[in-house]
């Protein structure tokens, strides 16, 4: 049993498994916190850790991975929910950077795994779409990270902020609304920096769709065809 388990994550249907793991903690989880009941916040932070592991599962491919990975996902787990029970600046920059690291190396070796030799099937497909969204994932990070460093980067409408509220969602929202080039405008990058960050993650979302998740499309559909 344990060995057909870790086996399944060498598998391309744990491409797909792990969008599912993405779109929940993006798009469900990650949201509800923003209500401040502290069961929600306990909830996001148990789907928070899985989300880690499914990346620790899927990234312990090699011999020197699988000695490194686990101590830094660990780490990572442990300073998250530091932050969901007693937040500090110090905590809060470093929760960021563990993100930033953990989703670089993470979108990076999903892409590996997508666009490596041999038929393309369903799973890679999902799993484009899944490096996609974890490039969200990391600029949100990015900018959060900003934010700490320099609270005055950012403008946000105040709506959205409420009083002891942490702005890591609004930051994942922004990230995503840049990242397929909506641009509402309720938050706004003054800093060089963080615009310059902004301006890239735009280029990324237009292009990445066009020409990275169209080609795999256009692929599995010659592949159906023969």
Same mark, same amino acid.
């Given at each position: 049993?344990i060995?057909?388990?870790?086996?399944f994550?060498?598998?391309?249907?744990?491409?797909?498994?792990?969008?599912? %793991?993405l779109v929940?903690q993006i798009?469900?989880?990650?949201p509800?916190?923003a209500?401040?009941?502290?069961y +929600?916040?306990?909830?996001n932070?148990? !789907?928070g850790?899985?989300?880690?592991l499914a990346g620790?599962?899927?990234?312990?491919?090699?011999r020197l991975?699988?000695?490194?990975?686990?101590?830094f996902i660990?780490?990572?787990i442990a300073?998250r929910w530091?932050?969901?029970?007693?937040?500090t600046?110090r905590l809060?920059v470093?929760d960021s950077l563990?993100?930033?690291?953990?989703a670089a190396?993470l979108?990076?070796?999903v892409?590996?795994?997508?666009f490596?030799?041999g038929?393309?099937?369903?799973?890679?497909?999902?799993?484009?779409?899944?490096?996609y969204?974890?490039?969200g994932?990391?600029f949100?990070?990015?900018?959060?990270?900003i934010?700490?460093?320099?609270p005055?980067?950012f403008?946000?409408?105040a709506? +959205?902020?409420?009083?002891?509220?942490?702005?890591?969602g609004?930051? !994942?929202?922004?990230?995503l609304?840049?990242?397929t080039?909506v641009g509402?405008?309720d938050?706004?990058?003054?800093h060089?920096?963080?615009?310059? +960050?902004?301006t890239?993650e735009g280029?990324?979302?237009t292009?990445y769709?066009a020409?990275?998740?169209?080609? %795999?499309?256009?692929?599995r559909?010659?592949?159906?065809?023969k």
């Amino acid at each position: 049993m344990i060995r057909q388990f870790f086996s399944f994550w060498t598998e391309e249907k744990s491409l797909s498994f792990f969008l599912l %793991l993405l779109v929940l903690q993006i798009f469900v989880f990650a949201p509800l916190t923003a209500s401040g009941h502290f069961y +929600l916040y306990l909830l996001n932070g148990i !789907m928070g850790s899985l989300f880690l592991l499914a990346g620790l599962l899927t990234l312990a491919q090699g011999r020197l991975i699988r000695w490194i990975a686990p101590g830094f996902i660990f780490t990572a787990i442990a300073v998250r929910w530091l932050v969901q029970t007693s937040p500090t600046h110090r905590l809060l920059v470093a929760d960021s950077l563990l993100a930033i690291c953990y989703a670089a190396c993470l979108t990076g070796f999903v892409l590996y795994r997508v666009f490596k030799e041999g038929p393309v099937s369903g799973h890679r497909v999902r799993g484009s779409i899944a490096a996609y969204l974890l490039l969200g994932y990391f600029f949100a990070a990015v900018y959060y990270l900003i934010y700490e460093l320099t609270p005055n980067a950012f403008t946000i409408n105040a709506p +959205l902020l409420a009083p002891g509220q942490n702005p890591s969602g609004i930051f !994942m929202y922004f990230s995503l609304v840049t990242l397929t080039t909506v641009g509402f405008g309720d938050v706004s990058a003054v800093h060089p920096v963080a615009r310059s +960050l902004v301006t890239l993650e735009g280029v990324i979302g237009t292009l990445y769709p066009a020409i990275l998740i169209a080609r %795999l499309v256009s692929l599995r559909i010659e592949q159906e065809r023969k």
